[in-house]
């Protein structure tokens, strides 16, 4: 369960990135954050990250509230994360298996496991014969399901995607949101999106926040913006 309560955060600057924001995401639910450019939805997903911290207000992650000075387990919440971002953030000169394969090196995993692990994550984005191929040599559409393996490898409960389909064509993206809705049920899944095509068709819930306020929170929701 993720919980904002009352969550607002304004910038030295003065800009107010959200004002008095609440709800609850159930453990595995599906949901699209949705919203003009500037509205607050990446600031909703590093709170979420606990990249940055609310000027008032809580962000409950599983029942432990992270925005507090005392909470000392952010590797331990960032292990559960799985973050995808608009331009796939893969590193070149790492092979499509090393790229999966980083957080479980990082955690020490035996090689078997990793091995047995980064297979699995590559079957679940159907690229299984890729495994050795280098970055340079795949599609935009490709590195996005690579992103995707990376972000579910390691049992993470969590995926924050922030705009995962603004760099790709509609079909491409359609097949990056099939991936998602394969996921569906298994973990807790957040989609930052401009894509009103997608949100519509989907029918999933739909947080709306404008000028840094929820707007709208819809059961089976749309984009109307
Ligand atoms: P969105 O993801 O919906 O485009 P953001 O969450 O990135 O919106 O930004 C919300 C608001 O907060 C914007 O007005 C933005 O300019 C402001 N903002 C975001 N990060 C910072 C920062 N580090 N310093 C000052 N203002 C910021």
């Known amino acids: 369960?993720?919980?904002?309560?009352?969550?607002?955060?304004?910038?030295?600057?003065?800009?107010?990135?959200?004002?008095?924001?609440?709800?609850?995401?159930?453990?595995?639910?599906?949901?699209?954050?949705?919203?003009?450019?500037?509205?607050?939805?990446?600031?909703?997903?590093?709170?979420i990250m606990r990249q940055i911290m609310p000027t008032s207000g809580s962000v409950m992650v599983d029942?432990?509230?992270?925005s507090t000075p005392q909470f000392t387990q952010v590797p331990v919440l960032r292990r559960a994360i799985g973050m995808v971002f608009q331009d796939f953030k893969i590193l070149r000169d790492k092979s499509i298996f090393e790229n999966i394969a980083i957080s479980l090196t990082i955690l020490g995993l035996s090689k078997a496991e990793i091995e047995e692990k980064v297979t699995a994550a590559l079957d679940i984005v159907g690229l299984?014969?890729?495994?050795?191929?280098?970055?340079?040599?795949?599609?935009?559409?490709?590195?996005?399901r690579i992103a995707i393996a990376r972000a579910v490898v390691g049992d993470r409960s969590i995926i924050l995607a922030d705009e995962p389909t603004g760099n790709l064509d509609p079909k491409t993206a359609w097949d990056i949101m099939e991936i998602f809705k394969k996921l569906e049920g298994t973990r807790t899944i957040i989609i930052a999106t401009h894509n009103a095509d997608i949100v519509n068709h989907m029918k999933k819930r739909v947080l709306t926040i404008i000028d840094g306020k929820l707007a709208d929170d819809a059961k089976k929701g749309g984009y109307r913006l």
Do not use: C, H, W
């Open 1 to 47: 369960m993720i919980q904002f309560a009352s969550v607002t955060k304004s910038y030295p600057s003065g800009s107010i990135a959200l004002d008095d924001v609440s709800f609850e995401i159930p453990e595995n639910d599906f949901l699209f954050l949705v919203g003009p450019s500037g509205a607050g939805k990446t600031t909703v997903l590093k709170l």
């Open 63 to 66: 029942d432990t509230e992270i």
């Open 128 to 144: 299984q014969t890729r495994a050795d191929a280098f970055p340079v040599q795949l599609s935009a559409g490709e590195l996005q």
